[in-house]
């Protein structure tokens, strides 16, 4: 995809959110492994471009609901790495104070409707924000990440069908990284391009590649104005890959030899970096302060989720359902 059409400032911003994505991902791992952080994680690295280049097309008001797979989104959509690491590591200042974990970080005054646990769960929510949206004559659209292994739940269909019917501002966006856990998508799926289910619900499918940063934002942008103009949903489908196992932990003894090695040699972050090097849109050491920057706020992060306390036993009551907990209604 040309980079002509975009400022350098653009093209430095989509570099340093696809490095924060990653950088924040390796850091999480590490402080797993230091004990910093309990609990599952399961991590993005790998699938950069498809969170970045997707949000990216997005403005502040409108909406995503992300996945079990969901740091890079809420990073993408301006989520704070000093939260989101206090989350981790259950302590109070997090995002859901500290009693949520990756899997159910929120914030609804970035539009970040949240992570869910459950496979296909964000997409019913996103398309009932469409609806909202529609029935409000409001000029903002929905977007929900899900993987491959989503459009097999039946949440997915039925929420694909009222979109279609209804033509609500709505994007279906699926990080196809070729597995569900560990079953590899040949063995869940009768169609390998999963994006032409879409057609049976009356609206576009379209594929991309999902470790283009410039491809998927270009994609969604489309998306986005045919959304607005309420011309109903587009499903786009990222190709991509993830590096890490399913979760961290998982020995991964279901990838065919030599498939990571193709898929590395295709890296969303090298491969832009030597686009803006070769095309001489940035200087190596522009490059450099970028990382460093990033470096500098995940120390913060880091040592802010360390210092901040333990939530109390107290608070066990405070964020449920009907209550208010950081001024956002649960
Ligand atoms: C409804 C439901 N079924 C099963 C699971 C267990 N589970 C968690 S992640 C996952 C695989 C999801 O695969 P995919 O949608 O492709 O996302 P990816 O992990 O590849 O990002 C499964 C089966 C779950 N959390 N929820
Ligand atoms: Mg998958």
């Not at 797993?32 to 997707?54: D, K, M, Y």
């Not at 869940?188 to 032409?196: G, R, Y």
């Not at 994609?219 to 949903?233: H, I």
Request: hydrophobic share 40%; glycine share 12%.
């Amino acid at each position: 995809m040309s980079l002509t059409n975009y400022s350098k400032e653009q093209l430095l911003d989509f570099y340093r959110q696809m490095v924060k994505v990653r950088e924040f991902e390796l850091r999480a791992i590490n402080e797993r492994r230091g004990g910093l952080i309990p609990g599952f994680i399961h991590s993005c690295v790998g699938q950069e471009a498809t969170a970045v280049g997707a949000c990216s097309a997005l403005k502040q008001d409108d909406v995503i609901t992300s996945t079990h797979r969901g740091h890079g989104h809420l990073i993408a959509k301006g989520g704070e790495p000093k939260f989101m690491m206090a989350e981790l590591a259950a302590r109070s200042t997090g995002y859901c104070g500290g009693k949520g974990g990756s899997l159910h970080m929120t914030d609804f005054d970035l539009g970040i409707l949240g992570a869910n646990g459950i496979v296909a769960g964000g997409i019913p929510m996103s398309v009932g924000a469409a609806l909202a949206f529609q029935m409000r004559r409001e000029a903002r659209v929905a977007l929900s990440f899900f993987g491959d292994g989503a459009v097999n739940e039946g949440a997915f269909h039925e929420a694909a069908n009222l979109a279609g019917l209804w033509k609500l501002p709505i994007i279906f966006f699926c990080e196809n990284n070729l597995y569900g856990e560990g079953t590899p998508q040949d063995k869940q799926a009768p169609i390998k391009d999963v994006s032409l289910r879409a057609a049976g619900y009356g609206f576009p499918g379209v594929i991309v590649d999902g470790n283009d940063v410039v491809a998927v934002y270009e994609a969604t942008q489309t998306a986005v104005r045919r959304a607005r103009a309420g011309e109903g949903p587009t499903f786009i489908e990222g190709k991509t890959y993830r590096y890490r196992g399913h979760y961290e932990g998982d020995p991964m003894i279901y990838r065919p030899s030599g498939e990571m090695e193709a898929w590395r040699a295709r890296d969303p972050i090298a491969g832009f970096r030597q686009r803006l090097l070769a095309e001489t849109i940035a200087a190596q050491v522009e490059i450099t302060a970028v990382e460093q920057e990033i470096q500098t706020l995940l120390d913060d992060a880091v040592t802010f989720a360390a210092d901040s306390p333990a939530p109390t036993p107290e608070s066990a009551l405070v964020g449920v359902y009907g209550d208010t907990h950081n001024g956002q209604v649960f």
